[in-house]
């Protein structure tokens, strides 16, 4: 029986593969299968160490992937600009009168080339920012504004669902902030390593990610702890080596240089998911530990918020506890979603999520802090806007709008476009400024830096507006402080 069934199949799949028919339209690829014929195209059954093989395989496929487009050593270089996207991007200044002021000051870097056709390095356009910045034409932003005294904005890009833009969002807000002229920090939370990749970092194992930045905070806290445990004479918790390793780290014995010569990264890879095993553990033998507080402590304690201008957070697709300790230390929430409705759905759980989570925990503490008669504490973010990402005008719009509709004034106003540019540089591991313009017309190109240009000028008008908020609150108790002292 078996046998006619099979020879039956085939037949029919051979009438199919051959174009003969009854007369009738053939039927969907899913009729007809043979069930004899599928099974002699299984392999073995799989057992685990086959996932090994296949982890190695991809392992170094991806190493070869990466590298397609690195320097013969192997590692990232990034381009040099020209002429025209110096004066026409970075530096607000007149061709002509830019190459008048190299003729004039040959001091100053002159780019490589023949004739008017230059090219500069980033370090050399940094360096003409600064002289432009000092002889220039008053009025003119030649270089990004940075409140002296504030500390770094915290940006985390987030949301749980995977796939809607929150690695390419991140990397090239990154890569805006340091062509603008900021000194920027990118952090890596996702075990994936993506953003790693494109910034061309090499992380060894968990000990050079933010792991022992969130092991060194418990430990501190248990530090604290068994000290009142001793004075109250009990005996003290447990302090294993993990803890005793991590209290000789910080965050910047952790941090690395990129191709880019004003954004560090503190990199990620698959060890790092240990965290999300290790961190309830650490909260069960210490109940008191803030463990969302981690990250940002470090951050601050570190000196990191005084070292940059602008730190950028890469979180895993998932509401774990690293993203938790992102979201913390976080000054502003970006929310990366597609125009569909699967995407509206889980975005809108997502913040549902936030809210349960984080109204829990507040929750939780200010009970605790009314009893021991202290202020209570409250999350709060200075601002937190959804970005519609990898946008077809000509088919998402409708559906775009009414996201736009209900989630109001959580959305940015513009909404990344999917380009032939944005989607080559994604397969290169490569941010679209990292692209040379020459491998695209001038058209092509100058539309897909606008996809992110607008959406960093969003970002950025963000980060302007709560360093200028923040600035005048400074000013405000500052003024009452100095008032309270001259009537004191």
């Known amino acids: 029986m078996c046998n006619s069934f ?87 200044v007149a061709p002509a009168h ?12 002159q780019g490589q080339g023949e004739g008017n056709s230059k090219w500069f390095s980033l370090d050399d356009v940094l360096r003409l920012r ?54 920027v920090l990118v952090i890596d939370l996702d075990s994936q390593g993506s953003m790693t990749s494109i910034m061309g970092g090499k992380v060894a194992d968990e000990w050079s990610t933010a792991f022992p930045l969130l092991a060194k905070d418990y430990a501190l806290a248990l530090q604290d702890e ?38 560090d990264l503190l990199g990620a890879q698959l060890n790092l998911y240990w965290a999300e095993f290790q961190v309830p553990v650490w909260r ?48 502003i929430l970006l929310v990366p979603l597609g125009a569909s409705f699967l995407e509206f759905d889980s975005t809108g759980r997502f913040f549902d999520m936030l809210y349960s989570t984080f109204a829990s925990v507040e929750e939780g503490e200010n009970a605790a802090r009314r009893r021991d008669g202290l202020p209570e504490m409250r999350f709060e973010w200075d601002a937190v806007r959804a970005i519609i990402t990898r946008f077809d005008a000509a088919q998402q719009t409708d559906l775009a709008n009414v996201i736009q509709a209900y989630f109001g004034d959580f959305m940015t106003t513009y909404r990344q476009e999917l380009t032939a540019m944005v989607g080559q540089a994604g397969e290169q591991v490569n941010g679209i400024y990292e692209a040379d313009y020459r491998e695209f017309n001038r ?46």
């Not at 830019?98 to 870097?109: I, Y």
């Not at 090239?172 to 062509?179: I, N, P, V």
């Not at 294993?240 to 965050?251: F, I, K, M, Q, V």
């Not at 951050?299 to 506890?321: C, M, R, V």
């Open 443 to 488: 058209e092509t190109y100058v539309r897909g830096r606008e996809t992110f240009d607008r959406t960093w000028a969003e970002v950025k008008e963000l980060i302007l507006g709560t360093w200028w908020r923040d600035l005048q609150m400074q000013k405000a108790e500052e003024a009452a402080q100095a008032k309270e002292q001259a009537h004191g």
């Open 226 to 263: 068994n000290r009142v445990r001793e004075a109250a004479g009990q005996s003290p918790l447990p302090f294993d080596e993990t803890l005793t390793e991590a209290l000789t780290l910080s965050a910047p014995d952790l941090i690395q240089k990129t191709h880019w010569p004003n954004i």
């Open 98 to 109: 830019f190459r008048r002021v190299l003729l004039k000051n040959p001091d100053l870097p």
């Open 284 to 331: 069960m033998g210490l109940r008191g530990w803030p463990l969302w507080d981690a990250l940002g402590n470090a951050l601050a304690n570190d000196g990191i918020l005084d070292s940059y201008d602008i730190i950028i957070l890469d979180t895993p697709p998932a509401l774990g506890y690293l993203t938790i300790n992102a979201l913390a230390a976080a000054d």
């Open 6 to 92: 099979a020879k039956t199949s085939n037949e029919a799949a051979h009438r199919r593969g051959s174009g003969m028919s009854s007369g009738k339209d053939p039927l969907p690829p899913y009729f007809n299968i043979s069930p004899a014929r599928a099974a002699e195209r299984l392999s073995e059954p799989i057992d685990t160490a086959r996932f090994a093989k296949a982890a190695a395989f991809a392992a170094k496929g991806r190493q070869d992937l990466a590298e397609r487009g690195y320097a013969p050593d192997g590692r990232k270089r990034l381009r040099r600009f020209s002429t025209w996207e110096v004066c026409r991007y970075l530096i607000p």
């Open 130 to 183: 600064d002289h432009f910045a000092t002889e220039g034409a008053a009025g003119r932003e030649y270089r990004p504004w940075r409140p002296e005294g504030l500390p770094a904005k915290t940006i985390a890009v987030a949301n749980f669902k995977g796939g809607v833009g929150k690695t390419s969002t991140a990397a090239h807000l990154a890569m805006s902030a340091a062509l603008d002229g900021y000194k």
